[in-house]
Each structure stands twice: as structure tokens, then as C-alpha cells.
């Protein structure tokens, strides 16, 4: 049984961090790319970031870009993803996910319908 499992998030006032990790169990994800997606109330699921399990590659959002690094463990057995946030602002308050795909890369990757397993979400706020 595959399972995603997020955490790390809370809250914290703009301009502060968090690391996001994401545990991903049940099956091997060497093949696999793994993407944070982010979902604010009221407004639509948006891709924020996307690596490919072997790490040679990484996608991230312009909302982010800078502030935010995608990264795996270094201890393959871990198969965790982490999301480091710095420099968080208001507007990056959202629920956060983790995605499994076995789209190998490109624009694909940034479509959640694309994502085959997905984790529970995590609830990171940012207070100004």
C-alpha cells in the first residue's frame, strides 16, 4: 500500500521558515517524480515545486522561486522528500501536499492530474 505521509508545517510569521517533509512508503519511487502542490481556500490546487527521484532535476513555481528548494534524502532507503520554505509570506498560507507521478519529467509535471498517489496535506499559515 503506498502512502505519502507531510509534515512540518505551522505557522509562522512572514518573512520565517519551515521544512516540509514528506515520508513516501509502499513501493520503490526511483522512477517516479515527486511534486509539493499547495491549495489555499478558495482558490485553485497550483503546483509549487517538482523534483525527479533521482534529483538531476527541479521545477519550481515563479511564486516561489528562490525562497523554496525541493530535495530527497540522501539515504535513498528514507524515500523522503523535503520542501524548504524561507522568507514565507502571507499569500504562501495554504494546505500543502505531496504528489507521486510516474510521468518521468517535463510540463506534465506540473499538472495534478497527473499525480498517481497523494499524502494527506499539511496546513502551513503565515501571519503577517
Known amino acids: 500500500q503506498v502512502q505519502l505521509v507531510e509534515s512540518g508545517g505551522g505557522s509562522v510569521q512572514a518573512g520565517g521558515s519551515l521544512k516540509l517533509s514528506c515520508a513516501a512508503s509502499?513501493?520503490?519511487?526511483?522512477?517516479?517524480?515527486m511534486g509539493w502542490f499547495r491549495q489555499a481556500p478558495g482558490k485553485e490546487r497550483e503546483v509549487v515545486a517538482g523534483?525527479?527521484?533521482?534529483?538531476?532535476?527541479?521545477?519550481?513555481a515563479d511564486s516561489v522561486e528562490g525562497r523554496f528548494t525541493i530535495s530527497m534524502s540522501s539515504d535513498n532507503a528514507k524515500n523522503t522528500v523535503y520542501l524548504k520554505m524561507h522568507s514565507l509570506k502571507p499569500e504562501d498560507t495554504a494546505a500543502y501536499y505531496c504528489?507521486?507521478?510516474?510521468?518521468?519529467?517535463?510540463?506534465?509535471?506540473?499538472?495534478?492530474?497527473?499525480?498517481?498517489?497523494w499524502g494527506q496535506g499539511t496546513q502551513v499559515t503565515v501571519s503577517s
Open positions: 504528489a507521486a507521478t510516474r510521468v518521468v519529467w517535463g510540463l506534465r509535471i506540473m499538472n495534478g492530474q497527473e499525480y498517481e498517489y
Open positions: 509502499g513501493r520503490t519511487f526511483s522512477s517516479y517524480s
Open positions: 523534483l525527479k527521484w533521482s534529483g538531476s532535476s527541479t521545477y519550481y
